[in-house]
Nanobody, 116 residues
Framework: QVQLLESGGGLVQAGGSLRLSCAAS????????MGWFRQAPGKEREIVTS???????YYADSVKGRFTISRDNAKNTVYLQMNSLKPEDTAVYYC??????????WGKGSLVTVSS
């Protein structure tokens, strides 16, 4: 059974930085695409960024140039470095893993709050 555990959320002032981590267990991490999603209050969940097993990346326009996704296959961990944070980045951030081309496995989420 795949398990994803996020950590690193918290409260930060606008302009600050946070790094989220997602530790994966349960299967061969290195061969799967990983991603970060977020859901703000009253809004739908949206994809923030993803990284393939070859480390090809995708970023939503809203975070390009500010957020960086990376993975450490030896540690079965994916990271999200968030810089120049804005109040509109406030959301619960979820780690996810693809299987069969779909986002099948999800973490429980980590709250990021950016104060103005």
């Amino acid at each position: 059974q795949v398990q994803l555990l996020e950590s690193g959320g918290g409260l930060v002032q606008a302009g600050g930085s946070l790094r989220l981590s997602c530790a994966a267990s349960g299967r061969a991490f290195s061969t799967y695409t990983m991603g970060w999603f977020r859901q703000a209050p009253g809004k739908e969940r949206e994809i923030v960024t993803s990284i393939t097993w070859k480390s090809s990346t995708y970023y939503a326009d809203s975070v390009k140039g500010r957020f960086t996704i990376s993975r450490d296959n030896a540690k079965n961990t994916v990271y999200l470095q968030m810089n120049s944070l804005k109040p509109e980045d406030t959301a619960v951030y979820y780690c996810a893993e693809q299987s069969g081309g779909a986002w099948k496995y999800w973490g429980k989420g980590s709250l990021v709050t950016v104060s103005s």
